[in-house]
Nanobody
Framework: QAQVVESGGGLVQAGGSLRLSCAAS????????MGWYRQAPGKQRELVAR???????NYADSVKGRFTISRGNAKNTVYLQMSSLEPEDTAVYYC??????????WGQGTQVTVSS
């Protein structure tokens, strides 16, 4: 079993910045990738950004140039630096940890609210 915990959400004005953190622990012997997803009310969960252990990244078109995903020195941590936030970025942000063998673990989510 693995545990995934996010932190760093909150309320921010449009144009502001937030940094989300995610740490995975437990039976995480081989992480393939970690990523951030978000789900707004009434919408499906969508990919925001993802980074592999090799350092490859991909982003949703809507956040390119504004958000940056990075890994900590410990390969089981990942961050999401969000800048130039827009009200449309308001959602619950979830961290996803992808292990070998197609095992996937999700965090409980952290709320990000951007006021106009």
């Amino acid at each position: 079993q693995a545990q995934v915990v996010e932190s760093g959400g909150g309320l921010v004005q449009a144009g502001g910045s937030l940094r989300l953190s995610c740490a995975a622990s437990g039976s995480i012997f081989s992480i393939n990738a970690m990523g951030w997803y978000r789900q707004a009310p009434g919408k499906q969960r969508e990919l925001v950004a993802r980074i592999t252990t090799g350092g490859s990244t991909n982003y949703a078109d809507s956040v390119k140039g504004r958000f940056t995903i990075s890994r900590g020195n410990a390969k089981n941590t990942v961050y999401l630096q969000m800048s130039s936030l827009e009200p449309e970025d308001t959602a619950v942000y979830y961290c996803k940890c992808e292990l070998t063998g197609a095992r996937v673990y999700w965090g409980q989510g952290t709320q990000v609210t951007v006021s106009s």
